[in-house]
């Protein structure tokens, strides 16, 4: 089944940690894309990465870094320095409309 | 001006009635456009693209106004299911690979 995975689905994390966030696609698509949604508000851009070894800012990536080392995967980490990190995280690639994985719910404690 | 505007409702319709949502974006250059759906605590997926000539999907309508910058979703025979959060989605133009997405339009049909 070709698609895209986020792992874990649910992560709590203790203030001052960093926590990494899992992204996999097997749909060979270039470009990746991480999201952040708070309750009751929009999709916003983290970061996004046209092609393997690049990547640029979205409109929130303060707090956040990536890496692309892998067509396949698009690993987040949010650090301590994002002041507040509790929301849903959604990865999408895509080739002209975009695909989501389930998203992973963080919640800092 | 937001770059993706849409009214968040909620929609309170009855099952079977008919029902209509807009979407204005800002920038006249945007290429592409499309409708998601997105189910409380789930993730976006797509309903439709949207194309300039307009184009349908079973009960489902949704059609592009360039001149006016806004693109419109029609639901027909609405049903219990169809009860989701619709977001608007415009792709910035060619060159980049951005989407905007719209905070979403809130629909709830009622039995």
């Known amino acids: 089944d070709g698609g895209i995975t986020q792992s874990p689905k649910y992560l709590f994390r203790k203030e001052g940690q960093n926590v990494t966030l899992s992204c996999e696609q097997n749909?060979?698509?270039?470009?990746m894309y991480w999201y952040r949604q708070d309750p009751g508000q929009g999709l916003r851009l983290i970061y996004y990465s046209q092609i393997v070894n690049d990547f640029q800012k979205g409109d929130i990536a303060e707090g956040y870094s990536v890496s692309r080392e892998k067509k396949e995967s698009f690993p987040l980490t949010v650090t301590s320095a994002q002041k507040n990190p509790t929301a849903f995280y959604l990865c999408a690639s895509s080739r002209g409309q975009q695909f989501f994985g389930p998203g992973t719910r963080l919640t800092v404690l | 001006r937001k770059e993706v505007e849409q009214d968040p409702g909620p929609f309170n319709v009855p099952e079977g009635a008919t029902v209509a949502f807009n979407c204005t974006y800002s920038?006249?250059?945007?290429?592409?456009f499309f409708w998601y759906r997105q189910d409380c605590r789930k993730e976006p997926k797509l309903l439709m693209s949207?194309?300039?000539s307009g184009n349908e999907d079973g009960r489902f309508t949704a059609q592009l106004n360039r001149a006016s910058q806004y693109i419109s979703l029609l639901i027909r025979d609405s049903k219990l299911s169809d009860s989701a959060t619709y977001l608007c989605?415009?792709?910035?133009?060619?060159?980049?690979?951005?989407?905007?997405f719209g905070t979403g339009t809130r629909l709830k049909v009622l039995a």
């Open positions: 749909l060979n698509h270039d470009a």
């Open positions: 949207v194309y300039s």
């Open positions: 920038n006249s250059a945007s290429q592409s």
């Open positions: 989605v415009v792709n910035e133009p060619s060159g980049t690979y951005k989407y905007i």
